[in-house]
């Protein structure tokens, strides 16, 4: 078994255990029973961090410890977890988002886990030199450092950097099957599949989220204000 078949298992059973934890996170449980389920979202933190170094086997340790944890809640009655199947987590579909996320904010995780629910998450990140021309200013952080961030944030499988010319071309490389477009990006589905079919993707299914989370400081013009006004 190769190194890149071991990874996708390991992400598989990850993403297994994210949606269970995430699950039992939304239902009312005695704090005996929540005690157990964070423990497992613990394991399940040192699992994707093992994962991260290519520590396999530790990774898969950390795995069957929090599946465990939550089986045991299954076999006395208080909760009804159903494990999807290996192979079935395997086909997940590729989607892909793009932005600049400079400073992250609940807006960018709301938008981030959207595209979770439609399957695994492939993150493009803005160049510096792109927020510069669309934006009309420098960027706050640095693209690597951005870059960073978004790939460590769970719901996120791998991110890139795109292309600092051409928009579409890192979309083309990735060949995903979903683009999930954020509400406020420039382009519009239709357009963006029109000129995706152009280069020869012509089954690519283009959605925008249309829906949003608001809140006083939910987009990265408010803090850049708020950062003055505190300053000044």
Avoid at 132 to 140: N, Q, T, V
Avoid at 192 to 220: A, M, Q
Wanted: with cysteine; net charge neutral.
């Amino acid at each position: 078994m190769n190194k890149d078949s071991i990874e996708d298992k390991i992400r598989a059973y990850i993403l297994n255990l994210e949606k269970a934890i995430d699950s039992l996170k939304k239902i009312s449980l005695e704090e005996k029973y929540r005690r157990i389920v964070d423990i497992a979202d613990s394991y399940l933190n040192d699992a994707k961090y093992y994962l991260s170094k290519n520590d396999y086997l530790t990774a898969l340790s950390c795995i069957a410890y929090a599946e465990g944890l939550i089986d045991s809640l299954n076999y006395i009655g208080v909760i009804n977890i159903k494990w999807n199947a290996l192979t079935k987590l395997l086909k997940r579909p590729r989607v892909v988002i793009a932005g600049s996320f400079e400073i992250i904010h609940p807006g960018h995780l709301y938008f981030i886990k959207k595209a979770w629910e439609l399957g695994e998450v492939i993150v493009i990140v803005a160049r510096d030199s792109s927020i510069e021309r669309f934006k009309k200013r420098r960027s706050i952080i640095p693209e690597e450092q951005r870059k960073i961030v978004v790939e460590n944030i769970k719901y996120v499988s791998k991110a890139y950097l795109g292309d600092p010319v051409d928009y579409f071309k890192t979309i083309v490389d990735l060949k995903p099957d979903i683009v999930l477009l954020g509400p406020d990006q420039w382009i519009e589905p239709d357009d963006l599949k029109e000129e995706l079919e152009k280069r020869g993707l012509t089954n690519i299914s283009v959605v925008k989220l249309d829906n949003r989370i608001e809140g006083e400081f939910y987009s990265v013009s408010r803090i850049i204000e708020r950062i003055k006004k505190s300053d000044s």
